[in-house]
């Protein structure tokens, strides 16, 4: 369902968050009323706002060109991935209280063995990486907004992301031209680099 969701996007604009914030309210409320367990809580079945939709499409930043859906990555493909400039879109299982501990700047997701449900995920991005001798941690952005970590980030390591992720995807855009020279569209993987090296995000 997942995938046919979002390849359903290829081609269509997007807007930054900002004109249309993320509730997991409204969010709800637009699911077929057999998929939401407590359906009265939010609501279900109900039509996208027309009034933000039409914000977004005021404010367009690019278009959905590609969407690469990965086979459980290991910890290396992800870093090749995000030195290369990209975000992986992420989709995990994950506990009752999902918050982060340390420090500000430092604040970090604890490895966890039990989920609230295992036929759940919770989608969010890993965005960048910081490799240690006892193995990678991940920058992951969550999708509940700023208030959460260090302005809507923390880290979690590597075998948290192994255990709990049920989904991996790349995405692909391209921003929209903003003056009247439109330049073509770039190629995928059309960038490359010598040796073993990776290209500058």
């Known amino acids: 369902a997942e995938q046919n969701a979002i390849d359903a996007n290829v081609g269509k604009p997007f807007c930054a968050e900002t004109e249309w914030p993320f509730t997991v309210a409204e969010a709800t409320s637009w699911l077929p009323c057999d998929e939401v367990q407590n359906p009265k809580k939010y609501g279900c079945g109900q039509p996208i706002a027309a009034a933000h939709a039409q914000k977004a499409d005021a404010h367009v930043l690019g278009h959905v060109t590609h969407v690469s859906f990965l086979k459980q990555p290991d910890a290396a493909s992800l870093r090749t991935i995000l030195a290369a400039g990209q975000d992986v879109i992420v989709t995990m299982s994950i506990p009752d209280s999902f918050a982060p501990k340390g420090r500000a700047g430092a604040r970090y997701i604890p490895h ?79 960038t490359t680099c010598a040796g073993d090296t990776e290209p500058d995000s």
């Open 112 to 190: 966890y063995t039990a989920v609230q449900h295992d036929d759940v995920g919770h989608a969010m991005v890993l965005a960048g990486y910081a490799a240690f001798a006892h193995g990678t941690y991940f920058l992951l952005h969550n999708s509940g907004g700023t208030g959460w970590g260090d302005g809507g980030y923390a880290w979690i390591h590597e075998a948290t992301v192994a255990k709990w992720t049920r989904e991996y995807l790349v995405m692909d855009a391209e921003p929209v031209a903003t003056d009247a020279k439109k330049q073509p569209l770039r190629a995928r993987g059309e």
